[in-house]
């Protein structure tokens, strides 16, 4: 009897091996970020290693924007070699690549470029596509690094930029921060007889966290605040928003169509090949 059933197990066919699947396909668990294939890993690594070794300013900034985004933590370090980069137009392609890469490790470079780039903040362009960088991660640990220096004398665009950037971070620490910066900002203007200047833009932002619809009233937006500051939680999900706000927001963080605002910096200020 052992023999037939060893006979028999030695003549069935082997059971099927298990399907070979790429990262991406293994199931709900790879997710945030995707992983990417392999190969298209090993092209975007060997492209900007030759670029960055070999390569004029024109071919590293192509390779940025061809493979800045793979979600490879060795693709990072280059990213951060385009943002020290003496070119202001590969800077400003290594913030679209930080912008819209899903590693956390490009978080964490956009603050400290931040906190850290006195050259990159410099520039007003550069500085307001760094914060929008920052706030399209809309992570929590933002709200410190984009509070910090928030008082400075920024130009107008830099400003807006901090505002709809706390607006997209759906936590009450943004929402204490934006309403400091609106009452702390408009100080001067009030003094004068004026209403706060960017009333509109911090109105969008605050709609967005809250549902709330007070427009351009400062002061309903203060009292609202004092009524409600105690114990308030920013509700994870947006709210309805006016047809108006809507249309500001989805402009706002919606990726552009190339040619990109970089092309267009780097046209206007001639960045030239090294």
Request: charged letters at 30%.
């Amino acid at each position: 009897m052992l023999g037939l059933i060893l006979s028999l197990a030695l003549c069935a066919p082997p059971a099927a091996a298990p399907p070979i699947l790429r990262p991406q396909e293994a199931g709900d668990e790879v997710s945030d970020p995707e992983v990417p294939d392999p190969e298209v890993v090993e092209k975007a690594l060997a492209a900007l290693e030759e670029a960055f070794k070999k390569g004029k300013t024109s071919e590293r900034r192509a390779a940025i924007e061809a493979h800045g985004e793979v979600a490879d933590p060795r693709v990072l370090p280059f990213l951060e070699k385009g943002l020290k980069d003496k070119d202001n137009s590969l800077k400003a392609a290594a913030l679209v690549a930080l912008r819209w890469q899903e590693l956390p490790g490009a978080l964490d470079l956009l603050h400290r470029a931040l906190a850290k780039d006195k050259a990159l903040v410099k520039d007003d362009f550069l500085h307001e596509s760094l914060i929008k960088a920052i706030g399209q991660h809309e992570s929590p640990s933002s709200v410190e690094p984009l509070m910090d220096n928030a008082l400075a004398d920024h130009p107008k665009e830099v400003t807006v930029a901090r505002i709809y950037a706390l607006g997209r971070i759906r936590h009450v620490d943004a929402l204490e921060g934006l309403m400091d910066l609106m009452q702390k900002t408009g100080k001067a203007t009030r003094r004068k007889g004026s209403s706060q200047p960017l009333i509109k833009q911090f109105a969008v932002s605050l709609s967005v966290l809250t549902g709330e619809a007070f427009g351009d009233d400062e002061e309903a937006w203060t009292k609202w605040w004092r009524a409600n500051r105690k114990g308030y939680e920013v509700s994870p999900e947006l709210p309805r928003l006016s047809k108006n706000v809507d249309r500001i927001w989805r402009k706002t963080w919606a990726r552009a169509e190339r040619p990109s605002a970089a092309g267009k910096q780097r046209e206007k200020r001639g960045g030239d090949d090294e």
